[in-house]
C-alpha cells in the first residue's frame, strides 16, 4: 500500500514557475513508475510526466516538453515536478500517481495508487 500526498500548488502568473512535491508513505515507493497528471474541470485526466523506479528514464507529454522537469528522491519518498513558463492552459488540479510496474510509462488505469491533487492556477 501506498499513500501519496501533494503540494506545492497555487495560483501564479504566466511565465511563472512552481515545484510541485509528492510524498509517499510505504516501504516499496523505490520500486514504483511514479507519473504526474493533471484534470482541468470538463476535461479528461491526462498525463503529463513519469518516471521510473530509478530516476534514470522520464517521460513527457508534449505539452511539458522543455517546460516540466519530474524527478525523484528515493531516500525522502518524494517525487517532484518543476513546472516552468507556465501557461493560462496548465491551470488544472494535479496528481501524482504510482505505477507498480516501475517504468512510469504506462496508460493511466495502470496506475494504483493516486494522491488527492494539488490546485495549480496560472494568470494571465
Known amino acids: 500500500q501506498v499513500q501519496l500526498v501533494e503540494s506545492g500548488g497555487g495560483l501564479v502568473q504566466a511565465g511563472g514557475s512552481l515545484r510541485l512535491s509528492c510524498a509517499a508513505s510505504?516501504?516499496?515507493?523505490?520500486?514504483?513508475?511514479m507519473g504526474w497528471f493533471r484534470q482541468a474541470p470538463g476535461k479528461e485526466r491526462e498525463f503529463v510526466a513519469g518516471?521510473?523506479?530509478?530516476?534514470?528514464?522520464?517521460y513527457y507529454a508534449e505539452s511539458a516538453k522543455g517546460r516540466f522537469t519530474i524527478s525523484r528522491d528515493n531516500v525522502k519518498n518524494t517525487v517532484y515536478l518543476q513546472m516552468n513558463s507556465l501557461k493560462p492552459e496548465d491551470t488544472a488540479n494535479y496528481y501524482c500517481?504510482?505505477?507498480?510496474?516501475?517504468?512510469?510509462?504506462?496508460?493511466?488505469?495502470?496506475?494504483?495508487?493516486w494522491g488527492q491533487g494539488t490546485q495549480v492556477t496560472v494568470s494571465s
Open positions: 518516471i521510473n523506479w530509478s530516476g534514470v528514464a522520464t
Open positions: 510505504g516501504r516499496a515507493f523505490s520500486t514504483y513508475g
Open positions: 500517481a504510482a505505477d507498480r510496474s516501475g517504468t512510469g510509462n504506462v496508460p493511466l488505469y495502470q496506475y494504483t495508487y
